[in-house]
């Protein structure tokens, strides 16, 4: 990595972090489980926004198995926006001519 070039585009460097942030807190991710079943809508701020179950989930798959569905579309959404979030930060310093760090 370029220390020199990235400490003299400093500015530009912080500028474009802050846009690519504010456009990944914009966007949505969505994760699935259950074969659609259990459907979990996040934000790029990785906060859960919304979950929706299908109608008669419980009597299709029994309670038991409702909090592993849960967990398995929250997951999926989540790891979706961090996915984008480092594939973004680092388009940011490929676009200035750098190494982008170890995301």
């Not at 500028?15 to 996040?42: P, Y």
């Not at 919304?50 to 309670?63: N, Q, T």
């Not at 592993?68 to 961090?82: C, M, P, Q, S, Y």
Request: no cysteine.
């Amino acid at each position: 990595m370029d220390f020199l070039k990235m400490f003299k585009d400093a500015g530009k460097i912080q500028e474009q972090l802050r846009e690519r942030q504010e456009e990944l807190e914009a966007m949505t991710f969505e994760g699935q489980s259950g074969a659609g079943m259990v459907k979990v809508v996040a934000n790029g701020k990785q906060e859960i926004l919304r979950i929706v179950l299908e109608e008669g989930l419980v009597e299709k798959v029994g309670e038991s198995m409702l909090p592993e569905l849960i967990a398995g579309a929250v997951n999926e959404a989540l790891k979706k926006a961090r996915e984008n979030a480092k594939t973004g930060m680092m388009k940011v310093f490929e676009d200035l001519g750098l190494n982008p760090p170890n995301l």
